[in-house]
T-cell receptor, first 117, second 114 residues
Framework: DAGVIQSPRHEVTEMGQEVTLRCKPI?????LFWYRQTMMRGLELLIY????????DSGMPEDRFSAKMPNASFSTLKIQPSEPRDSAVYFC???????????????FGPGTRLTVT | AQSVTQLGSHVSVSEGALVLLRCNYS??????LFWYVQYPNQGLQLLLK??????LVKGINGFEAEFKKSETSFHLTKPSAHMSDAAEYFC????????????FGTGTRLQVFP
């Protein structure tokens, strides 16, 4: 398997522009997580999905952020409008969970480094 | 609520020396604990996990960690550091009330000098 795939790997945009980050989880995994990593705040869970349904979005910073998972093999994280303080590395992770094997063994993608100027 | 505290944001060792990265947890229920490693410009990768079985857990690349309930600790060790071990290491605890989620520590950056 190719692992979790994220695109783009780097994104530079101007303040006020819309940014869309993309993620393809590992085939067969039923959980998908979006994280943000910054020097100041460390690694933060933004939102996660189970079977394409958002389960917990309490980490989404504000209404400018939205995430969707239209099918089992694709998810997007959108920021509209973007602000300089959104600059960070955004990671997508996926996992396979069931009653006997909770989904804590997460597989991370390489991340998207977002710079908002 | 569960949480983890990693003592020391930076640790430096010489090649061949013992590596010790500290993690203490707080949990109202028996925890599941994890160590992840992040190499430069990469995502996190699971090193090892404790899930209520043996208290001494062996992971990849020669790392191991011991769960000590009396000390609420889950320190990561490696007998002999290698240059390739230079990375950032994250301790994490699962939210047992919601095992889908991991709660990560702030990370410890390990430097290995020749």
């Amino acid at each position: 398997d190719a692992g979790v795939i994220q695109s783009p790997r780097h994104e530079v945009t101007e303040m006020g522009q819309e940014v869309t980050l993309r993620c393809k989880p590992i085939s067969g995994h039923d959980y998908l997580f979006w994280y943000r990593q910054t020097m100041m705040r460390g690694l933060e869970l933004l939102i996660y999905f189970n079977n394409n349904v958002p389960i917990d979005d309490s980490g989404m910073p504000e209404d400018r952020f939205s995430a969707k998972m239209p099918n089992a093999s694709f998810s997007t994280l959108k920021i509209q409008p973007s602000e300089p303080r959104d600059s960070a590395v955004y990671f997508c992770a996926s996992s396979l969970g069931d009653y006997l094997r909770p989904s804590y063994e997460q597989y991370f993608g390489p991340g998207t480094r977002l710079t908002v100027t | 609520a569960q949480s983890v505290t990693q003592l020391g944001s930076h640790v430096s060792v010489s090649e061949g020396a013992l590596v010790l990265l500290r993690c203490n947890y707080s949990s109202s229920v028996p925890p599941y604990l994890f160590w992840y490693v992040q190499y430069p410009n990469q995502g996190l990768q699971l090193l090892l996990k404790y899930t209520s079985a043996a208290t001494l857990v062996k992971g990849i690349n020669g790392f191991e960690a011991e769960f000590k309930k009396s000390e609420t600790s889950f320190h990561l060790t490696k007998p002999s550091a290698h240059m390739s071990d230079a990375a950032e290491y994250f301790c994490a605890v699962s939210d047992r009330a919601n095992t889908d989620k991991l709660i990560f520590g702030t990370g410890t950056r390990l430097q290995v000098f020749p």
